[in-house]
């Protein structure tokens, strides 16, 4: 079955730096579209950034772009998110999320309920002083 395990989450200070992976198992990784989404508590999910199977084209929300890096290795059936410059904001569970063909949408009610994406269970960073 289709697993993805989300780890790296936890405390980090404003400015600080936070390195997110989603190890995959399952499933042929690379045949699969890949995204990270975070849910902050009374808030509505929405994409932090998302890729391409191959790679070489990466997509960022206007909130995190030039602080948050996504890229996958194929290789090693891992999606990772490097998170720079972490703001309060930045505060949330991270879910990562793949799928075969679609489109990333960019708010859902709830992460890990979304259409017909394999989620993670998330992991949760505080950005905090």
């Known amino acids: 079955q289709v697993q993805l395990v989300e780890s790296g989450g936890g405390l980090a200070q404003p400015g600080g730096s936070l390195r997110l992976s989603c190890a995959a198992s399952?499933?042929?990784?690379?045949?699969?579209?890949v995204a990270w989404y975070r849910q902050a508590p009374g808030k509505e999910c929405e994409l932090v950034a998302h890729?391409?199977?191959?790679?070489?084209?990466?997509i960022h929300a206007d909130s995190v772009k030039g602080r948050f890096t996504i890229w996958r290795d194929n290789i090693k059936s891992t999606l990772y998110l490097q998170m720079n410059d972490l703001k309060f904001e930045d505060t949330a569970g991270y879910y990562c999320?793949?799928?075969?063909?679609?489109?990333?949408?960019?708010?859902?009610?709830?992460?890990?309920?979304?259409?017909?994406?394999?989620w993670g269970k998330g992991t949760l960073v505080t950005v905090s002083s």
């Open positions: 399952g499933f042929t990784f690379s045949s699969y579209e």
């Open positions: 890729m391409p199977t191959t790679g070489g084209t990466t």
């Open positions: 999320s793949v799928r075969r063909f679609g489109t990333w949408e960019p708010r859902q009610p709830t992460c890990g309920l979304g259409g017909l994406n394999h």
